[in-house]
Every structure is written in structure tokens, then in C-alpha cells.
């Protein structure tokens, strides 16, 4: 114990203390994308290869810094479908799409060298960190966090940020309204929190945000979202256009589910307190109206499977959906 500790008082929020080990072998930041530039500026890399259908805040935060980007697109089967030609100066970013593309990743870093390649893994938390130039990961995807990002890397020198976020606490709102409330009555401060970050310099991991990581129960979450995905595949995967592969151990972001046939619409579903995410209409702006990233923004529907729901809750899921 420090003599700088403090005793008695207050109670806090007690939270669990679980096994750490994983959380320890990573280079932690304020978010994904704060882990993507760093790794870029310390590696002193000047361009790079990004794929049309990403967040725009990603592309945002390397435009930031000066930092040229060469466009690349994706087919049905997510994987590369245009000449690309990466290096370990400039380097291309493929992203393991709802943590369902790990072969896709897999053959990105066989084919062009891990010195060349950095996946981004902010959609698939449960899946391992890559052999290559930087994995990166965004645990509030999955978990019930006010900010924070990962990064594994092979590159010796790859340090954290000496700044630490200490403003996290002004992110709490939403996290807690959703405990007592309903999602609407905080969505507006949910929408101001992600703005907030999407504005910050890169930083280190708040004492918050990895205190409340260490906390979370990350076998049980997988379990449920494993077991949830196979109902889903196991209802939907005859009315899908998706081609998606659902394994034992993939525990995804959400069920991608793009119809065959005409279905229930996403704004039908939101009247009904079913929320799906819009996985990302500033895409629209970067791709043709025939392409495969459009049909994704305009016809995908990204099916909830976390670990907050029983098989009961996905069960309606399905009924909606056929």
C-alpha cells in the first residue's frame, strides 16, 4: 500500500477484478483510431491504404495528419477487390468486418507481409491479435465503456502516449440513463460522446475506462454472442446475400444480414424500439450506387447478438426479420 492512499470515506462503485493478463500485453489509447495514427506517426509512415467502406473518422483522423491515403474497394466476400500495393512505408489497413473476416485478414498479412499489414479489429474484439505491423481494437463496441482503444504491435518502440484521457467521466451519461432509463431518453448524449472522441488528440487509456475493462466478464459476453449468432445464422442464413461464415468461437460485433427477399425496413424496425446501426452512409459519398459498399449502407441490416439478449429476445429478432 502507498502512503499516498487514501482510507475510508465514500464507498465507490465496486466493480470485479478478473483476469488482466491480455489487457497487459496492450498498448492502450483513448480509442482506435487514436492506436491507428500513433502506430502511423511513430513509425514515421506518410501514406496509406485504406478500403472505401470505414467509419469516416478514421479517415478523418489520418487526413489530420497529413498523412496520404490511397482507396481501395471490397467485393461480397470482403476481400480486397482492386490492385493494392502496400509496403512497410505505406501500409494497408484491412478491416475484420463484424469480426466475421478473420480468414479474409488472415490471407491480407500471408499475401503482403506483416510488415505491410495492420488489421483493424474494431469489430472483432474476441478475435487474436495478428502477427504484423499493428492490430488495433475498440472495446466499447462490445461493452458498456465511455472510450478507449487497443493496440498490439510487432514493432519494437511502439510506446503508449505520455498523455493520459482524463475525461472520461464526462462520458458516463448515456451508460448510465440506458441502466435506469430507456436508449432514447440519453441518445443525444450518446451521439456527444462519440463526437467528443472522435475530436481528441491521441491519448492514453483513462484510469476509468481500463479500470471498468478489467471488470468485464469477457468469456461469459463471448459465450452469449457466440450461442446467439448460431441461432441467427441457423434461421437467416437461407435468406441471406451475405456470405458469411459463423463459427463456434467467432462471437461478432452483430449478424449481418443483408435479404433476398424484401423484409421488414430498418426505419420499421427503430419505430419498434429495434435499434440497428447504419455501418456508415458517409460511405455513399466514396463509391458508385452499384457497388457492394452501397448495398451494405443502403440494404444491410446489422442484427444485435450481444451478450444482453437470450435466446428468446433473438428468437423475435428472427420472426421480425422472416
Not at 78 to 88: M, N, Q, T, W, Y
Not at 123 to 142: H, M, N, V, W
Not at 166 to 195: G, K, V
Amino acid at each position: 500500500m502507498s502512503l499516498n492512499e487514501a482510507i475510508g470515506g465514500y464507498m465507490e462503485l465496486e466493480l470485479p477484478e478478473r483476469d488482466d493478463a491480455w489487457l497487459k500485453k496492450a498498448l492502450k489509447f483513448n480509442s482506435a483510431r487514436s492506436a491507428f495514427v500513433s502506430l502511423l506517426l511513430q513509425l514515421d509512415i506518410r501514406s496509406v491504404w485504406m478500403p472505401r467502406y470505414i467509419c469516416d473518422s478514421m479517415i478523418n483522423a489520418v487526413k489530420a495528419n497529413a498523412i496520404k491515403i490511397h482507396f481501395y474497394s471490397i467485393d461480397q466476400n470482403f476481400e480486397i477487390a482492386e490492385k493494392v500495393e502496400p509496403s512497410s512505408s505505406s501500409p494497408l489497413l484491412y478491416v475484420n468486418y463484424f469480426g466475421l473476416c478473420e480468414a479474409q485478414a488472415e490471407k491480407v498479412v500471408n499475401r503482403y507481409g506483416s510488415d505491410s499489414v495492420i488489421i483493424d479489429n474494431a469489430q472483432a474484439f474476441f478475435s487474436e491479435p495478428f502477427d504484423c505491423l499493428g492490430t488495433i481494437y475498440s472495446p466499447r463496441k462490445f461493452f458498456g465503456l465511455p472510450d478507449g482503444g487497443l493496440l498490439y504491435t510487432n514493432q519494437q518502440g511502439v510506446k503508449e502516449s505520455k498523455n493520459k484521457d482524463d475525461s472520461s467521466h464526462t462520458r458516463l451519461t448515456h451508460l448510465i440513463s440506458r441502466l435506469t432509463n430507456s436508449p432514447e431518453d440519453a441518445y443525444q448524449e450518446y451521439i456527444a460522446a462519440e463526437q467528443s472522441i472522435a475530436e481528441m488528440p491521441v491519448m492514453a487509456m483513462s484510469e476509468l475506462t481500463e479500470r471498468l475493462l478489467r471488470s468485464v466478464d469477457i468469456d461469459s459476453a463471448k459465450q452469449a454472442r457466440n450461442r446467439n449468432a448460431a441461432y441467427l445464422h441457423e434461421n437467416l442464413e437461407s435468406k441471406n446475400n451475405f456470405n458469411i461464415d459463423i463459427s463456434k468461437d467467432t462471437a461478432p460485433l452483430c449478424y449481418p444480414f443483408l435479404p433476398k427477399l424484401p423484409t421488414i425496413r430498418r426505419e420499421d424496425l427503430i419505430k419498434m424500439r429495434v435499434f440497428l446501426p447504419c455501418y456508415w452512409t458517409e460511405v455513399l459519398f466514396q463509391v458508385s450506387d452499384e457497388s457492394f459498399e452501397a448495398c451494405m449502407v443502403n440494404d444491410g441490416l446489422f442484427v444485435p447478438c450481444d451478450q444482453r439478449y437470450s435466446l428468446s429476445h433473438v428468437n423475435c429478432l428472427v420472426n421480425l426479420l422472416k
